[in-house]
C-alpha cells in the first residue's frame, strides 16, 4: 500500500470484470484500489488485462495527485464508451504507470468475483452490521411525530451515522409521499424514497427504505430509515444531536 497526499492506493485481492454492450472489456485478479476520494475507491486495472481497444482521443486531465492522465475512448465490437478510459503513464505514482481507470458509469455492468457491484467499488475497511434492537426510537419532523418503534433495525456503516430502519407500521405513512429518486449502494442495494408533508411544508427525499436489500444488509427488508441530519430523532427518550455528514 502506498499513500500520497490524500490519494491511497492498494493491491485487492477479487476478481474484477466489466462489461459493455454484452462484451466483456476487462477481466482480472489484479485489481488496484484507489482511493481518490476519502468516501470510497475506485478501480484501477492492469492494461494487459483489458480485453477492448482503448483509442487516444488526444484529451489530458490533470491531477495534482496522480499527474497527467491521457483519455482513450473504450471500443468493443460494435459499441464505444467514450472518454470512459484514463492511463497516468507518467504518475508519481508507479504502481499507477501500466494501470487504466475505467469510468464506472460508462461499463454496462461490473463484478467482483461472479456477484454484480453496484455504485463503486466495495471498499475493503467498510463494515456493515444491520442489529434488531428494542430501542425506543421516535422520529420528529418539523415537531411532528413521523414514526415511534421498539422494534428497529440499527444499522451501523463505517465512516457514517448508524441508520435508524423502523417498520412501516411503524411509521405514518400517511405524511410520506413516494418520489422518484432511487440511489444504489454496494454495500445494501436500491434505495426508494420518500417525502414527509407536514401541512404545506415538503421536507423532500429524507425517507429511504430497500425492499430487496443485498444480503449483507437483509434485515433492514422493507424497513425504513429517516436522514438523522435532517430531522430529530429521541432515542430512549434523549434527543439524539443531528449528526453532520456529507449528506447533511
Known amino acids: 500500500m502506498s499513500e500520497r497526499g490524500r490519494v491511497r492506493v492498494e493491491q485487492g485481492q ?146 457514517l451515522p448508524a441508520r435508524y430502519y423502523l417498520p412501516m407500521t411503524d411509521v405514518r405513512m400517511d405524511l410520506l409521499r413516494s418520489t422518484d429518486l432511487r440511489t444504489s449502494c454496494p454495500y445494501k442495494g436500491t434505495a426508494e424514497y420518500w417525502s414527509v408533508v407536514i401541512g404545506d411544508e415538503v421536507h423532500e427525499n429524507i425517507v429511504w427504505g430497500y425492499r430487496t436489500p443485498l444480503p449483507e444488509s437483509r434485515n433492514v427488508a422493507g424497513l425504513v430509515a429517516f436522514y438523522n441530519e435532517k430531522v430529530d430523532i429521541f432515542i430512549d427518550g434523549v434527543r439524539e444531536e443531528r449528526t453532520r455528514s456529507r449528506f447533511s
Open 14 to 159: 477479487k476478481r474484477v470484470r466489466a462489461y459493455l454492450a454484452g462484451s466483456l472489456v476487462v477481466d482480472t485478479v489484479r485489481p488496484y484500489l484507489v482511493w481518490e476520494k476519502p468516501y470510497y475507491p475506485t478501480y484501477y486495472l492492469p492494461a494487459e488485462d483489458v480485453r477492448a481497444d482503448l483509442v487516444e482521443t488526444g484529451e489530458v486531465k490533470q491531477s495534482p495527485s496522480r499527474g497527467e492522465g491521457k483519455v482513450y475512448d473504450v471500443k468493443v465490437g460494435t459499441a464505444v464508451a467514450e472518454g470512459a478510459a484514463l492511463r497516468y503513464e507518467e504518475s508519481p505514482f508507479k504502481e499507477l504507470r501500466p494501470l487504466v481507470r475505467l469510468e464506472w458509469d460508462a461499463m454496462d455492468e461490473w463484478f467482483e468475483e461472479d456477484e454484480p457491484v453496484y455504485t463503486h467499488p466495495r471498499d475493503p475497511y467498510t463494515r456493515v452490521d444491520a442489529l434488531p434492537s428494542s430501542r425506543h426510537i421516535r422520529v420528529e419532523v418539523g415537531g411532528v411525530t413521523v414514526a415511534e418503534s421498539s422494534r428497529s433495525v440499527i444499522l451501523f456503516e463505517t465512516g
